[in-house]
Each structure stands twice: as C-alpha cells, then as structure tokens.
C-alpha cells in the first residue's frame, strides 16, 4: 500500500469492527484476558493491539491465534458464513474444534475442507 511506510512484525493491531453492534476492542480485550489469559498491549473502541516482544516465543503467538480466533467466533457465531477458519491445516484437532464444526452441521451451517464431510473419520496424513 502506498499508505503504509513501515511494517512492524512484532505488533499486530485488530480491528473489532464487524464482529458485532456495539462490540468494542475494550470487551475483546477484557474477554481475551479473562478467558484465554492473553493481555493485549492497548485497547481502543475499534482496534486491540498485540506485541510480540523478546521474552516471546512461538507458542505465544500460537495461543494469541488461537484465542483471537476463538473471540471471533464467539462473537459471530459458531455458524458464521464469513470465512473465519476454525482449524487450520497441520493443526491440532481438538474435541472441542470437533464439538464446534459439528454444532455447525447440526445448525445446518457447511464444514468445508474435511475428506468426510459427515465428520465421522478424520483423514490423518503422517509426514
């Protein structure tokens, strides 16, 4: 973007807007450190800001997708059709991402991606 003049690799600022009528980045923030314990540097009405730091490592920024991705869809709904992916490829599988894309199903919302599309085999590919 011709807008952008520099680029901060360790901070990652969302934006909260889209998520819900009146759903501001202080509730996030209060509802991502409640409940997932992950502490965001700065909140405002519209945006969180995260900050990777040196203490930081991988897992860290794991758990911040993770619980992210986990207000998003508390926020929108499980049944969302806006594309927020659930599980990511090479992910861990857990009972309740299983629980959830079959709480979909059941809602008649649609699971794409899955070899089974009923959801009762997993394909688990050993690399």
Do not use: N, W
């Not at 659930?86 to 809602?107: C, M, N």
Request: hydrophobic share 45%; with cysteine; glycine share 12%.
């Amino acid at each position: 973007l011709a807008s952008v003049h520099c680029f901060d690799p360790l901070r990652l600022a969302v934006r909260v807007a889209g998520l819900g009528k009146g759903v501001t980045g202080f509730q996030v923030s209060q509802q991502l450190e409640e409940e997932y314990g992950v502490v965001a540097e700065l909140a405002t009405s519209q945006v969180v800001l995260f900050v990777l730091g040196p203490g930081s490592q991988p897992a860290h920024a794991v758990a911040l997708v993770d619980a992210l991705r986990r207000i998003v869809t508390k926020f929108l709904g499980a049944s969302s059709s806006r594309g927020v992916p659930l599980v990511y490829p090479g992910e861990l599988i857990t009972r309740q991402v299983l629980d959830t894309l079959r709480g979909v199903k059941a809602s008649g919302g649609t699971v794409t991606g899955p070899a089974d599309s009923s959801l009762d085999t997993l394909a688990v590919l050993d690399m």
